[in-house]
Each structure stands twice: as structure tokens, then as C-alpha cells.
């Protein structure tokens, strides 16, 4: 049993990634939130539909956006109601549900996002040199490629 259990090293390691994950996250909600008005799971949405050319049926948006799949209802439906996405059912399969950007949403992510860019830039980018992003980035693309569920 004990070789499961992490070395102090890793518990280390593991203890700092938290707590700079959660302070960035934190820091860029208030930042996006009182420079933009926008929240950065609303942000997150808008900027991964961009990112998929616009539109994505809902369950695949659930799994790319930071926001919980149990929250993504609610937060599409005030996303529509606020006229920044529209929900469709999707043509091939009537149960599935695809959500869009709107013109009105792509004018808010175009407005909002250099002030969450500024903020991911300097908060993060600015701190690490290109080698130390490039090594960051593979072991958290191998972290990542691990835990995935098929």
C-alpha cells in the first residue's frame, strides 16, 4: 500500500497546483467580473462554442466548458435568455440539443475576452519562461491523457 501513495514530493507538488489553480481561477473571475461584468463560466461557454466554430451540441460543450454538466443547463438557459447563445434541437438526433453563439454573443466574448487574456498573461504566462510552460504543458497533457474515461 504504500507505494499507492504519493512521495512528499508529490504531495508537494500536488498541494502547489491547487493552490495556484485556485487562486488564478479566483483572481480571473473578479478580475473578468468587475472589468466586463461577465462571470468566467459564462465567459468559459462563450469562448468554447467560439472555439468549436460556434456551435456544439450540448453535451459536448458540458464536457469542454469549466462549469459543471449539472450547471449547464441553468447557465445556458440565462446565456438565452440574456440573448447571447440559442438552444436547437440537434437535426440528425431530436433528443439532442445544440447551443450557438449569437451575433450579440460573439460581440461580448470579442468585447470580454482581452481583459481575461490580459489577466491569463499576466498572472500565469509572464510568471514562467518558454521552457518552463513547454514542460508545464506536457505533464499536464499527460495528466490530462491519463485520467480521460473512454
Known sequence: MARELPSASGLDAWDSFLR???TLMRRLEIDLAQGTGLTLADFDVL???????????????????????SGMTRRVARLVEEGLVRRANADADARGVVVALTDAGVARLTETA??????????????????????LKN????????????
Open 47 to 69: 469562448a468554447q462554442l467560439a472555439r468549436a466554430g460556434g456551435e456544439l451540441r450540448m453535451t459536448d460543450l458540458a464536457n469542454r466548458a469549466l462549469v459543471s454538466r
Open 20 to 22: 495556484a489553480h485556485a
Open 114 to 135: 482581452p481583459v481575461h487574456l490580459r489577466g491569463v498573461s499576466e498572472l500565469f504566462v509572464a510568471q514562467l519562461d518558454e521552457q518552463e510552460l513547454a514542460v
Open 139 to 150: 505533464a499536464l497533457d499527460k495528466v490530462t491523457v491519463d485520467c480521460t474515461f473512454g
